[in-house]
């Protein structure tokens, strides 16, 4: 298996974690996004990834997957144990809820090329494309501390007392918002839970200083 | 069932086309996005929805789900036929790719909210707004239409002669692309397969002009 991904890259991290909780070993790639322009955008790399975009998984027989959660969903699927989402449809729903909040709610907003195209097109100042990143991270956390911190299936995760597709795409989002210096003391919930997850191995192997190409 | 919506809402019209495919029947409750400032921040929404967003889906039994593509892999796990996703597991990621890449590399960037920032934070005039509409669509359409063009696996839909979630994500965006008139020309593939979808009963009955909200 090969995983093409960058060290701080939030869709690798949520992959790198899948992989280590699932105990699966794999290639690591660097695929650097912003050294000579970005390497996402060699055609070599694009044949592989028409969107440009990190990660990119290569299964054990040679199928090609993009989309950090459909790569989880599939590592899911193909390696069972320890599963990622719980047993009944109800709480699956609840759990792809969070991580989807995360996915398409935050995210998505704060991703470099968008950073990008506010500062290159819109001419933002750097004051104003901050305040764009806290902005989103806020948004997102408030709702989904409200959740967490009220329904009674939050432990010692985002779901029970084990790691679910919901804590693969939590922490990798509090490592972009502390790297940004978003304050996070209104998040108790989600620090609370990000923190703990870090003392577990598969965690710890994931995080971005512990990759490679980490600057 | 109940389904809190809104008729041009994406995330909404996923689900419908979803509920509708499923034979489905639910009770439709309008929740205007625009009136008096938008009847989703109202109080009592707000508490279905911490997010304020729509759709907000509430099952046979009183489950409360949120997240589009949360909602619709639910109901695909509980009403299985038809199916909406393949059968394989790398099958499955590749179609969940695809409604991931609109779900979460297009639609965020261009929903009412960020519109809404983008002119009242960041005042942008509309020529700006309309270019970053078109900016993010274009991007995300042509590397779709050229998976789609491409992939062995594209049928009469993005993957074989039924629908599947990556349908359900592709028809709304089309839908978005032609109400904000951005020129699809480029996307012969896209295009062919949003018509297609539009002839059948179940994609026509989650249209946004069937709804009662429509304006």
Known sequence: MTLYNYFRSSASYRVRIA????GLSYEYIPVHLTRGGGEQFNAAYRELNADALT???????????????AIVEYLDETYRDPPLLPASAVD?????????????????LN?????????????VSDEQKSAWYRYWIDLG???????????????????GDT????????????????RML??????????RIASHALTLDAFKKAEPAAQIDAA
């Open 55 to 69: 990660p990119t998984f290569v299964g054990e027989e040679g199928q090609l997957l993009t989309q950090s959660l």
């Open 19 to 22: 992989l280590a909780l699932k």
């Open 182 to 191: 978003v304050p996070l003391d209104s998040y108790p919930t989600i620090v």
């Open 92 to 108: 699956r729903a609840y759990v792809r809820s969070l991580a989807l909040q995360v996915a398409c709610e935050m995210h998505p």
């Open 111 to 123: 991703n470099l090329r968008v950073l990008a195209y506010l500062k290159q097109t819109l001419e």
């Open 141 to 159: 956390f408030s709702s989904l501390e409200k959740k967490l911190s009220s329904d009674k299936r939050t432990g010692l995760f985002c779901f």
């Open 163 to 178: 790691p679910t597709i919901g804590d693969l795409c939590l922490v990798p989002q509090v490592f972009n918002a502390q």
